[in-house]
């Protein structure tokens, strides 16, 4: 559990969609496990709780998951544009690769 906090807090100094998603698989995953340490507990109150939780679960997975391949679907397609202008305009693209080389190498030669 430890590590999964320190995933966690990595992912908030740079969030983005993959982080989040990814986080939230985590949180989702502690969920489980807590219903699954539970599962022995007693009471009509505390299975209905853990019946709400499941359920819960189980839509937060199926949201992620749909979240997940749209979120797959839009890089797969910025892939294909730039492919396709890369295609049709090569020297465009490698003047740009060779313009932002040369600014990487000046901001690497100051230091």
């Not at 502690?30 to 009471?43: I, R, S």
């Not at 019946?51 to 949201?63: G, I, N, P």
């Amino acid at each position: 559990m430890n590590t999964n906090m320190s995933r966690v807090k990595k992912s908030f100094s740079n969030p983005s969609k993959e982080h989040l998603i990814r986080d939230f698989k985590v949180v989702i995953d502690d969920a489980e496990a807590l219903l699954k340490a539970t599962a022995n507990q007693g009471g009509e109150m505390m299975g209905a709780v853990r019946t709400k939780a499941e359920e819960s679960l189980t839509l937060a997975k199926v949201k992620m998951t749909e979240a997940e391949n749209a979120l797959m679907e839009k890089g797969r397609g910025a892939v294909t544009v730039s492919d396709d202008y890369v295609r049709k305009n090569p020297w465009i693209a490698m003047g740009a690769a060779a313009g932002v080389g040369l600014i990487v190498g000046l901001l690497i030669g100051r230091r």
